[in-house]
């Protein structure tokens, strides 16, 4: 059994996959981006920028409390699937793409099954630690 005490071994193959994950992007959407957009680099750009955000946030979140997180799950959960419901609602959901997923509020969308997933990884760990 594998035994570190600090998480640079995990941390270390993230970064490797997130690599990774960049360098097949590079490589299977350059034409389209060449085609589409006039920039091979086009989805590329767009990604390492979302990457960039993904990894302050989560830089972020490390700082805050595992037990704030727990104390979360219940109103986090109640939001989620009231979010989830509203999609159903003409006035603010949209349909887009041919389907109704998206919350639109003036100028911002959002698609609450994001929230959602984040939400039941939050849930299921709260549940594990009842268990």
């Not at 640079?8 to 997130?18: A, F, M, Y």
């Not at 946030?57 to 979010?83: F, K, N, Q």
């Amino acid at each position: 059994m594998i035994r570190w005490k600090s998480p640079s071994l995990l941390i270390g193959i993230v970064l490797v996959l997130l690599v990774f994950g960049m360098v097949v992007l590079a490589s299977a959407s350059s034409v389209r981006g060449e085609t589409y957009h006039f920039d091979p680099q086009y989805f590329l750009k767009k990604q390492a920028i979302w990457l960039s955000i993904a990894l302050v946030v989560g830089g972020i979140c490390t700082l805050v409390d595992y037990r704030w997180w727990r104390r979360a799950v219940i109103p986090a959960m109640v939001i989620a699937a009231i979010l989830l419901v509203l999609v159903f609602f003409p006035p603010l959901g949209r349909k887009i793409g041919g389907s109704w997923r998206w919350l639109r509020w003036g100028g911002f969308s959002f698609q609450p099954s994001e929230l959602a997933k984040f939400v039941t990884v939050l849930m299921l760990a709260w549940w594990i630690t009842f268990v």
